[in-house]
């Protein structure tokens, strides 16, 4: 017998469209996960993607983090730390792969 109804699970990466294959997961590891491994940030170890530091930096919702891929920078406090995180406009990511990769940063990065 085979699985022939949608799978319950809302992050399954065939349960809303039927193309692309793409999930947060795979989203974050091919844009971001070069500069921020495991949530990390290797170019600036104060802006990981966990919780304390997001929020130490005023990150709290997926709209603070699609807005920091449309324009990361220059922090605000510390111009002379423009660290160069890539823009990623919406040719690059278009909005739903945005929110898709922004509640993957939210959901795992804790
Ligand atoms: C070229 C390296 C690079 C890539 C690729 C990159 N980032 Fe970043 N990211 C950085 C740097 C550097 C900072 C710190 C920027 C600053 O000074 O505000 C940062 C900061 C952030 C922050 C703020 C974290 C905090 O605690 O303030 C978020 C959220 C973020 N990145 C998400 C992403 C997402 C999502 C992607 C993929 C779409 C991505 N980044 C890709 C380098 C990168």
Redesign the pocket.
């Known amino acids: 017998m085979y699985w022939r109804f949608p799978c319950p699970c809302s992050s399954h990466p065939f349960s809303k469209r039927a193309s692309a294959g793409e999930t947060g997961e795979t989203?974050?590891k091919a844009?971001?996960a070069?500069?921020?491994p495991d949530g990390d940030?290797?170019?600036?170890r104060?802006?990981?993607?966990?919780k304390a530091?997001?929020e130490?930096?005023n990150?709290l919702t997926a709209e603070?983090?699609i807005q920091?891929?449309r324009n990361?920078?220059?922090?605000p406090t510390?111009p002379q730390?423009?660290?160069?995180?890539?823009m990623?406009d919406k040719d690059k990511?278009s909005d739903e792969d945005?929110l898709k990769?922004?509640n993957y940063?939210l959901e795992t990065f804790k």
């Open positions: 989203l974050f844009n971001c070069s500069c921020h940030n290797i170019l600036n104060k802006k990981t993607l966990r530091d997001r130490a930096n990150i603070d983090i920091k891929m990361p920078g220059p922090a510390h730390e423009w660290s160069g995180m890539k990623f990511i945005a990769i922004a940063v």
